[in-house]
């Protein structure tokens, strides 16, 4: 039994590629890892705020001297690394959105990298404090960028493994659906995607 997060970034509900993948993902992880438990994190929905001053105060602010304020700012970012801390596995649905992530995807993520937190720096350099999870990336394209003239476009593999890395989550697959706007391609996009998902 695994406890599974679903990170949703898209707001196209049933007509959204990720969220099939993601959803893909999850039902062969439930097969695998039978009573698995899925908390779902929709980012559509839960809006996570950009990060502003009061969010960035309440970060470097010390817990026990933390004012009501500073309190209320943080709790969306307690409340998300809590998810990953309880999570065995992470599926992160990632759409992209003029060659990069959807910016609700990148307002939950400013809220999971937080120094002292889920990252340090030491003697060591950068060391990444959250161990021990499994991530899987669900993202989608209308264009294709594993091979041809896209490719060097491709910017969300790169950079969500580097971001991730950044906090420790080291153990990243990535899974694709893309040519969904491609004519010869599309039609068998979503079942090539989903035929692609192996776990390891």
Do not use: C
Not at 1 to 22: E, Q, T, V, W
Not at 70 to 79: L, P
Not at 168 to 184: C, K, Y
Request: hydrophobic share 40%; aromatic share 8%; no cysteine.
């Amino acid at each position: 039994m695994k406890k599974i997060l679903h990170i949703i970034s898209s707001p196209r509900g049933a007509a959204s590629f990720s969220i099939k993948l993601g959803n893909a993902i999850i039902e062969k992880l439930k097969a695998q890892y039978p009573g698995s438990m899925v908390k779902e994190t929709n980012l559509a929905n839960q809006h996570f705020p950009h990060l502003e001053e009061a969010q960035i105060t309440a970060f470097f602010t010390p817990a026990e001297k933390r004012t009501r304020e500073n309190i209320i700012a943080v709790k969306h970012s307690d409340d998300a690394i809590k998810d990953i801390l309880d999570a065995d596995i992470i599926v992160i649905g990632a759409p992209m959105y003029n060659y990069t992530i959807p910016s609700a995807l990148k307002a939950w993520l400013d809220h999971i990298i937080r120094a002292g937190v889920t990252f340090k720096y030491d003697e060591n350099g950068l060391q990444g404090l959250i161990k021990g999870k499994k991530v899987y990336i669900a993202e989608t394209s209308g264009a294709v960028y594993t091979e041809g003239p896209m490719q060097s476009f491709d910017f969300i593999a790169p950079y969500l493994k580097a971001v991730l890395s950044h906090i420790g989550l080291t153990d990243v697959t990535i899974f694709r659906i893309e040519g969904t706007s491609i004519p010869g391609v599309q039609d068998n996009a979503v079942e090539k995607g989903i035929s692609s998902i192996i776990l390891n």
